[in-house]
């Protein structure tokens, strides 16, 4: 299915960052790594790259990699691409500074959890989490993401989620996005900025 969204011409979800990335990229400091989930066609591991961080990026659709590896082209940075199912990731432990998940509900309540699982495990004690999506009142809008109710964020879902570390940011609100033809139109919004505690 993703495959054969992405092989329209063009890039489904533009070629900005995602606006939740930029106006965090405080986060992004030059030397650091980060892992980009589902990055898709590359436009936030691309930005992470510009920014001067060691970007990590995966994404299942083999047809996404190759676009993003001619936008980190185009952009004259690098970034380590992989063609990789969420589900066979390696979550290597402590292994990033920042690990960014920007519209990754395409999965329900038991693939989430193990999502969420992976993203903790991944992360350095001391970094953060960066994760950004669509509550339910984005079905009345219907300006881009799932269809289904189970697979959108809750402040209380991300706060239980992630209660082992430290919530240093979490809120829902709404706010017009244009993010190309995937995103576009008034939305409602989560950002989750969670920090991993040392032992």
């Known amino acids: 299915m993703w495959n054969d969204r992405y092989a329209k011409p063009g890039y489904l979800f533009g070629t900005e960052p995602a606006r939740f ?29 510009g920014q001067g961080v060691r970007v990590t990026a995966m994404d299942s659709a083999d047809v996404a990699v190759k676009k993003a590896r001619a936008l980190a082209q185009a952009a004259g940075v690098e970034v380590d691409f992989n063609v990789a199912d969420i589900d066979k990731w390696d979550w290597r432990a402590e292994a990033y500074d920042i690990v960014v998940g920007v519209f990754i509900q395409f999965v329900g309540p038991e693939g989430r959890a193990a999502q969420f699982q992976g993203m903790k495990q991944a992360v350095k004690p001391g970094g953060h989490i960066l994760l950004h999506g669509y509550t339910p009142k984005q079905l009345e809008f219907g300006t881009g993401g799932p269809a289904f109710v189970d697979n ?12 082992d570390f430290e919530i240093v940011e979490l809120r829902a609100y709404e706010r017009e996005i244009d993010e190309g033809a995937g995103h576009a139109g008034m939305s409602a919004l989560i950002d989750l900025v969670a920090r991993k505690p040392f032992p």
């Open 21 to 49: 990335l930029s106006d965090h990229k405080g986060y992004l400091k030059a030397g650091h790594t980060a892992l980009a989930i589902a990055d898709g066609e590359g436009r936030n591991s691309v930005f992470m790259a």
């Open 152 to 163: 959108l964020y809750t402040e209380d879902m991300l706060r239980e989620g992630f209660c």
